[in-house]
């Protein structure tokens, strides 16, 4: 159980990390939020998939699994950049 958390935080700071490097620019929060936003990311990135069909909920972390969180992240990234400026 613990190891399952660990590695889910460890993947939602790779992908938001992934997405930051997709949409550089300045946030406020740091890594924390990097992180949450990622983490996020991945649940999003794979509701869309289901959504369109493109289910990739193996249980295992793919490379498709990785492309879809980092879309999620990104559009998570984008949201909150626009709230933060508001």
């Known amino acids: 159980m613990?190891?399952?958390i660990i590695s889910w935080l460890v993947v939602g700071f790779i992908i938001g990390a992934?997405?930051?490097f997709v949409m550089p620019g300045r946030d406020p929060g740091?890594?924390?939020v990097?992180?949450?936003i990622g983490i996020a990311g991945a649940f999003v990135g794979g509701f869309l998939s289901n959504v369109l069909g493109l289910?990739?909920?193996?249980?295992t972390l793919?490379?498709?699994s990785i492309v879809f969180g980092v879309i999620g992240a990104?559009?998570?990234l984008l949201l909150y950049r626009l709230a933060v400026k508001r």
């Open 2 to 4: 613990i190891y399952s």
């Open 74 to 76: 990104v559009i998570l």
């Open 62 to 64: 793919d490379f498709m």
């Open 18 to 20: 992934l997405a930051k």
């Open 34 to 36: 990097t992180s949450l």
């Open 55 to 59: 289910s990739v909920a193996t249980g």
């Open 30 to 32: 740091g890594c924390l």
